[in-house]
């Protein structure tokens, strides 16, 4: 069974940096189509940047301070964030389609206060 672990996440001031990561386990297991989504209480879950064979794509409200990344050889998805905001407070999770399924982490909380 596929399984995704997100790490990384924690306190930030205003305008400071986050590096999130997602391990995929078994580490074996491979995909081309990954994304970081992220929830605040009472809000749907949304996106926020994807990877896929076409390339990857960012939420208007992140373009330009998020950056997704993955690591095919590390089986690894990595979401850099820079300028943050406190809008970007959420649970951030690692999502990835797999054999046809879609896989999510439990989410890792990244909260942006002074």
């Known amino acids: 069974q596929v399984q995704l672990q ?6 930030v001031r205003p305008g400071g940096s986050l590096k999130l990561s997602c391990t995929v386990s078994p ?16 809000s749907q879950r949304e996106l926020v940047a994807r990877t896929a064979d ?21 089986n690894m ?3 850099q964030m820079d ?8 649970v ?8 046809g399924n879609d896989i999510w982490g439990e989410g890792t909380l990244v909260t942006i206060a002074s």
Not at 27 to 42: D, E
Not at 83 to 90: F, H, I, N, Q, V
Not at 92 to 99: A, R, S
């Open 6 to 11: 997100e790490s990384g996440g924690g306190l």
């Open 27 to 42: 580490r074996t297991i491979s995909t081309t189509t990954m994304a970081w989504y992220r929830q605040t209480p009472g």
């Open 54 to 74: 076409w390339g990857t794509d960012y939420a208007d409200s992140v373009n330009g301070r998020f950056a997704i990344a993955i690591d095919k050889g590390k």
């Open 77 to 79: 998805l990595f979401l």
């Open 83 to 90: 300028s943050l905001k406190p809008e970007d407070t959420a």
């Open 92 to 99: 951030y999770y690692c999502y990835g389609k797999f054999f």
